[in-house]
């Protein structure tokens, strides 16, 4: 399995569909916090991918906690790791200028062509190994605790401090200059169908002369044989013309070392390439780390609950900071959930936050499941499989829509997101069916949370539906009645 | 004569609209087809049946899929020899034949079977005789191996000139740089090359170079050359033995899919029982809920089946020709149980509109009822799929109506699906398509014997969301079954 900064285990993951990173504004906060957006966008998929258990998101957490202790290593890894992808890059330019995506044709080059693949695959690797122990003397230097750096670092001792990586180096110093002019030395091997299946080079062969005056010395046969000579039962001259079989396996043969070559570079960029655009994830939660402690929010990595108990202790709302003038004006929010109290309705007037409150929960389990620190002052979160969420149409564009379409559009939504819904998944709902009369769309809205509950996914509602209360038994949700004014000092909405 | 694995071939009676009609060529290749179209007479079904029952158990299928791979073995290389035009080339391929052949017929020995077919075979193929030859060709191939093994590798230098040499043993760049990269953990597949042929020179140079060894190998295979027909005859197998393994992989795609199989009692009777029957063609449509229905055709030989679109009456039809088919070809059907007589053939008639032949629907219909009508024997099974459809009801039903007196008269068995819901009123027996009870009108796939009036609903209602607590409880059961 390849090395990640970012994952255990890279097939393990949740879901969080896109309509929830757009209802719970996640990425219009963080292109506040992190303007580039290239970064930014592979921040936001890592956060699409929530982790499944509480190792992986230590994993994560750790190497924030690592890059925060040791300021200049981001940077230098960034440096050196850019370096890297740029030889990986440069050499798919080149290979695609030499009109060789891939040698699987390769009877058919010449023998000019081989040579240059070879050259610039010898080249490459060269220059990818000594990018690697730049990388490894960078990890070197600092002091680290992740697991994720610690096995990079591990990874790259195992090239780097060896033999064989002096030997590597020096056969693409070799090969780097390898020249047709001289003698090519190859060796074949016939199949068990009488073809020729393996070519290879060969070092210049030597054997020894039978010839007392030359014995303690050793010859290049194929440089010193002339085909008049007494050792015919030896070696039989060959034509050689432009386009004969000799050509043509001599051509594999190099084309056999450039292969190897080209499946290293493969196999270094499969474990290496990616490193660099993970880093793209701590670049960003770098920043939001710094940009919250400097606003003197308090900031807090999440723990990981084992026993279905949720505690949210003085939570802010990452959507309303970055919207904030003064974040001193907000007011955060507390909130802690027991077991079988994981379903929870936030009823509330107009204005009172009920929206805001949603999504900073919301906010702060992509964020806790993404091994990012919440701002907070203590958070402890269960694990979902999948974040889920439907808000009310009413801040979107609807077009021509009438009532019932717009009801009808809203069963849809709800539709969907039963299909994805799985136990253990958490679905996040904002003023859903209220577009319809409030007894029907509480009825209708209640066989929906009941289902949820029944499958052992958790819920979180926002309504001014008090109707629905008689449909839902009370004994496994939580209810919150928020009042005008609890939420801010000076409601800045 | 060589015993066959079908045991005996009869001539193709089955014609190709009857594979279209019935979907075969979904879930069928042309090799398996071939042999369907020809059925079998009651001592070959039963032969047939006793070779899948064997190739059915892990042993059975173990032991004939290894033959069958050593055969396509043996039979690729013997092609491989007939094109060769190189001396070298046909030396290193004899010898493979020579190995692929002692391997078939260890594996034709290997097959444990008691079944007629199957001894038959393992009798021919491994008496004394041959076995004597298979020691002598070991014997032979114990000399040839090491001499072949020290021509197979040489080397080239290439520079001023092109000089052949015999190999020293030397190492290879390659291998150098494959094992440092090994001992730093990249571990890479042996680089498959592209096997060329050589030519006709470095064919001479070997010759040349490796002239003493090659004589020596010649030597010991001249004595071989007589084997030749021997091992067409053996290559011969292979279509037969895919046949048994493609029908024993559609019984193991079932198996993973709950649908059952069993081989039908071969009644003398002219009847046909099948108990919960699957319709095995809906696989390739990646359709695998499949609902089974019975078949039960004991006193009445011709029935209508009525009943609302999409209800599954071709379903019913496809799945019995289907599974009739198989019968009568000595394969496992899928269904629970059943009892069947060995039909002499099947015809279908299926409504397909671009093979109207320039004619209109109606008169092309009636034209190839009439050419079936002509060739039907009473032991044959007749499957009919709304034809008459071209026309007023009046005379639809009354050419339906005839069909059903001929095939009565004849005696023929067989079912025709009419959307003229009031042939109900007529003597012939009807089936329908089985709703459910309440107003959805859902189709549960079902098919059952009908005997009064009954029209087909002509409006479905359907909940268009399945959202209230119900539906999603139901249907998270569903999926989690």
Redesign the interface.
């Known amino acids: 399995m390849s090395i990640s900064l970012l994952h255990i285990d890279k097939t393990n993951f949740g879901i969080v569909d896109d309509a929830t990173i757009y209802n719970l504004e996640i990425e219009n906060s963080f292109s506040v916090i992190y303007p580039n957006s290239r970064e930014r966008k592979s921040f936001m998929t890592v956060l699409r991918h929530p982790l499944l258990n509480e190792a992986s998101i230590l994993y994560r957490q750790n190497t924030i906690k690592d890059f925060i202790n040791n300021p200049a290593l981001l940077e230098e890894l960034d440096l050196c790791l850019r370096g890297f992808k740029d030889i990986v890059d440069s050499h798919k330019v080149e290979k695609r200028i030499l009109h060789r995506a891939q040698a699987s044709n390769f009877f058919d080059k010449s023998s000019n062509e081989a040579r240059d693949i070879l050259q610039m695959n010898s080249l490459t690797t060269k220059k990818l190994l000594i990018s690697l122990q730049e990388l490894y003397s960078i990890l070197k230097k600092y002091s680290i605790i992740a697991d994720s750096l610690i096995s990079v670092r591990q990874k790259l001792y195992s090239i780097v401090e060896t033999d064989s990586f002096r030997n590597i180096i020096e056969t693409c110093l070799f090969f780097e200059h390898f020249s047709l002019n001289g003698n090519v030395n190859c060796k074949f091997t016939l199949d068990e169908s009488g073809k020729v299946g393996i070519c290879q080079l060969i070092s210049r062969r030597y054997v020894s002369i039978n010839n007392p005056e030359l014995s303690k010395k050793k010859f290049g046969i194929f440089n010193k044989k002339t085909d008049d000579t007494d050792k015919k039962d030896i070696s039989v001259k060959m034509n050689r013309l432009n386009g004969t079989m000799s050509e043509k396996l001599m051509i594999s043969s190099i084309l056999d070392v450039a292969d190897i070559f080209e499946n290293f570079i493969q196999e270094l960029k499969n474990d290496f390439y990616d490193l660099y655009e993970e880093l793209s994830f701590y670049k960003v939660s770098l920043k939001y780390y710094k940009y919250m402690s400097s606003l003197g929010l308090p900031i807090t990595f999440p723990g990981i609950s084992d026993q279905d108990e949720q505690i949210v202790d003085t939570i802010y709302d990452v959507r309303l900071i970055t919207q904030a003038d003064d974040v001193k004006v907000i007011v955060p929010y507390s909130l802690s959930l027991l077991n079988k109290n994981d379903n929870v309705i936030i009823l509330g007037d107009n204005g009172a936050g009920k929206t805001t409150l949603l999504r900073a929960l919301g906010t702060m389990q992509i964020l806790a499941q993404a091994g990012l620190p919440i701002v907070a002052e203590n958070v402890k979160v269960k694990i979902y499989n999948c974040i889920l969420s439907q808000f009310s149409e009413k801040e979107k564009d609807f077009g021509e829509g009438t009532e019932s379409g717009r009801f009808e559009q809203e069963v849809c939504d709800l539709k969907s997101i039963v299909d994805k819904a799985s136990p253990r998944s958490c679905v996040l709902l904002n003023e859903t069916f209220q577009s319809t009369n409030y007894e029907e769309g509480s009825e209708a809205l209640s066989d929906i949370l009941r289902y949820f509950t029944y499958i052992g996914a958790s819920w979180i509602l926002v309504t001014h539906m008090h109707e629905i209360l008689k449909y839902l038994p009370l004994d496994n949700m939580k209810t919150i009645n928020l009042e005008k004014g609890f939420r801010f000092k000076d409601s800045i909405l | 004569m060589k015993p066959s694995f079908l045991f005996k071939r009869q001539n193709a009676c089955i014609s190709s609209e009857v594979i279209d009609d019935l979907h075969i060529s979904d879930i069928l290749t042309k090799n398996a087809i071939s042999v369907l179209r020809s059925v079998c007479d009651r001592n070959v079904i039963l032969e047939r049946q006793a070779v899948f029952k064997y190739i059915l158990t892990p042993e059975g299928k173990r032991a004939v899929s290894d033959l069958i791979d050593s055969l396509r073995e043996l039979s690729k290389?013997c092609n491989?020899y007939r094109e060769?035009m190189?001396f070298?080339?046909?030396?290193?391929?004899n010898?493979?034949i020579l190995e692929n052949y002692i391997d078939v017929i260890e594996k034709i020995n290997n097959l444990e079977s008691a079944n007629t077919v199957i001894c038959s075979i393992r009798t021919f193929w491994c008496n004394d005789e041959k076995v004597s030859v298979i020691r002598g060709i070991k014997e032979s191939l114990n000399i040839i191996k090491p001499i072949i093994g020290s021509?197979?590798?040489?080397?080239?230098?290439?520079?001023g000139?092109?000089?052949?040499?015999?190999?020293?043993s030397?190492?290879?760049?390659?291998?150098?740089?494959?094992?440092?990269?090994e001992?730093?953990?990249?571990k890479?597949s042996i680089?498959e090359?592209?096997?060329?042929?050589?030519?006709i020179?470095?064919d001479g140079?070997l010759r040349?170079?490796f002239e003493n060894e090659l004589n020596e190998i010649e030597q010991n295979l001249m004595e071989y050359k007589q084997l030749e027909s021997e091992i067409s005859d053996l290559t011969d197998y292979i279509e037969e033995l895919e046949f048994y393994l493609e029908i024993t992989e559609l019984v193991e795609l079932a198996a993973g899919k709950q649908v059952p199989i069993c081989f039908p009692t071969v009644s003398d009777e002219k009847i046909v029982n099948i108990y919960n029957a699957y319709d095995i063609t809906l696989f390739a449509k990646q359709k695998y809920d499949i609902v089974p229905n019975d078949v039960s055709m004991i006193k009445d030989q011709f029935y209508f089946i009525i009943g609302p679109n999409s209800g599954g009456k071709t379903t019913y039809i496809r799945c019995v020709g289907v599974n009739l088919l198989l019968f009568l070809c000595g394969c496992p059907i899928f269904a629970d149980n059943a009892t069947i007589y060995p039909f002499d053939c099947i015809y279908t008639h299926f409504p397909q509109d671009d093979q109207t032949h320039g004619k209109g629907r109606l008169d092309y219909e009636v034209e190839r009822i009439e050419s079936i009508m002509t060739n039907i024997s009473a032991d044959s099974f007749l499957i009919c799929n709304e034809i008459f459809n071209g026309t007023t009801e009046t005379i639809g039903l009354k050419l339906l109506m005839d069909l059903a007196d001929r095939a009565s008269e004849l005696e023929i068995f067989g079912f025709c699906v009419t959307h003229y819901s009031s042939i109900i009123q007529s003597s012939y027996p009807v089936l329908s398509v089985k709703t459910s009870d309440d107003d959805s009108n859902k189709r549960l796939y079902k098919i059952y014997r009908v005997y009064s009036k009954q029209q087909a609903k002509a409006i479905d209602i359907i909940k268009k969301?399945n959202?209230?607590?119900q539906s999603?409880?139901q249907n998270?059961k569903m999926i989690k079954e």
């Open positions: 290389n491989l060769s190189l070298i080339e046909k030396v290193f391929l010898i493979k021509i197979s590798v040489y080397d080239i230098c290439i520079s000139d092109v000089w052949v040499t015999r190999d020293k030397s190492v290879s760049f390659s291998d150098e740089l494959l094992s440092n990269l001992s730093i953990g990249y890479h680089i090359q592209k096997l060329r042929p050589i030519d020179e470095l140079i040349k170079l969301y959202m209230d607590y999603l409880i998270f």
